[in-house]
């Protein structure tokens, strides 16, 4: 990996040179791993004319998630207890004789770009933008990896939990053991917050999980996701309890499993993001759902659960391949619940067989 790490430090190198800068400083966190191999709290990379330094606050853990850093790349440690790297990182740039340094104005505070300018004042503060985000953007075979093992992991632990007897339990357990469940198959921890959502509550998007108990005849809606290695896949699905669904179940799950389905089929490398989009949200708004549905019908996966693209109505942008996303279409109606159907996918060509799907739970509308 340690030639991967040096190739994308280059790749982003050689887009600073472009702008005018010939060092760069990285502070997000995920940029800061993508780039690094590792990103420790409040580490910053900073890309110099010579070398390229890890700059840290505090010693390296053994954190799990963490990740290890590039063999390759030097680590230093502040001096000074309760330091700034960024501002560390900028005061070293102007040392080494850098008359420009781009920085990541979308992630920095006001006080703390002040503070770089204070430290290093002849130093010319330029805006890196989303230059990291973009080579994020489509992942290689290592990193496609890591989120088809998160996937298997994410699908083991809700099978599980669908073996076991679930009325009488509330959402706020089943979600807690859920996480506990990713993490003894392998996963750094949960990718997000587990949503669990019973009766009334189901389909809700981003719904937190309550003491509401689960009872029979109730739709049941999971949406959660493992981190493995810091990459993020997400699945969500909804079920029956106890019973045959009734007629409106029945309906309105088909409805949304073939806006689910329009969705998916769309990934083609070329697609434009407003069209996967356009493709989903249309099923739904045909049977007259057109109020109160998400603002976008799915979303990038990688080291954060909710990158680019957006899949969104007025999203700019094609696809293109090895990019993975979400569709996760979703019909609420309040005070008798709804369907979420969410799945983690990487575009690929027709030619390699169209999107790879890497959650496989069944969709099938199941009675637990």
């Known amino acids: 990996m340690s030639e991967v790490y040096a190739a994308r430090r280059e790749r982003l ?3 600073c040179a472009a702008g005018g800068s010939a060092s760069a400083l990285v502070s997000r966190p995920a940029n800061v791993r993508y780039l690094a191999g590792a990103a420790p709290q409040d580490a910053v990379l900073l ?55 781009a920085v990541e104005e979308h992630d920095l505070t006001v006080a703390r770009h002040r503070a770089l300018g204070s430290v290093a004042p002849r130093l010319r503060l ?28 994410a699908d083991q632990a809700l099978g599980e939990l669908l073996e076991s007897i679930l009325v ?4 706020r357990h089943l979600a807690l053991e859920l996480e506990r469940r990713l993490v003894d198959h392998g996963a750094d921890g949960p990718a997000f917050p ?19 108990r689960v009872e029979e005849g109730d739709f049941l809606s999971v949406c959660l ?54 493709a989903a949200r249309l099923v739904l708004d045909s049977a007259g759902y057109a109020d109160g549905l998400a603002p976008l019908m799915g979303h990038g996966l990688g080291l954060e659960n909710d990158e680019d693209p957006q899949l969104a109505p ?35 060509p027709e030619a390699d067989g169209g999107p790879e799907l890497l959650t496989i739970t069944t969709k099938e509308l199941l009675a637990l």
């Open 126 to 153: 330029t805006d890196l933008g989303g230059a990291v985000e973009q080579l994020r953007l489509v992942k290689d075979e290592e990193e496609i990896s890591c989120l088809r093992i998160g996937s298997e992991i």
């Open 225 to 278: 996701g493992a981190s493995y290695r810091g990459y993020r896949c997400e699945i969500g699905r909804t079920f029956v309890i106890g019973t045959s669904p009734a007629d409106w179940q029945i309906e309105l799950y088909d409805l949304v499993f073939a806006a689910q389905r329009a969705g998916r089929e769309a990934l083609v490398p070329g697609a434009a993001y407003r069209d996967i989009d356009r």
């Open 194 to 212: 587990t949503s669990v959502g019973t009766g009334p509550n189901s389909g809700r998007g981003g719904h937190r999980p309550s003491d509401r």
């Open 47 to 101: 890309l110099g004319s010579g070398e390229d330094l890890l700059l840290c606050s505090r010693p390296l853990g053994d954190e799990q998630g963490e990740g290890r850093p590039d063999e390759r790349l030097r680590v230093q440690l502040l001096d000074a207890a309760g330091g700034d790297p960024a501002v560390a990182g900028a005061d070293l740039a102007a040392t080494q004789g850098a008359d420009a340094l």
């Open 314 to 348: 007025a999203a700019m942008g094609k696809l293109d391949a090895c990019v993975p996303v979400t569709v996760e279409p979703g019909v609420h109606i309040p005070g008798r619940g709804g369907v979420r159907i969410d799945d983690t996918l990487v575009v690929r």
């Open 168 to 171: 009488g339990r509330t959402e």
């Open 13 to 15: 190198r050689e887009r």
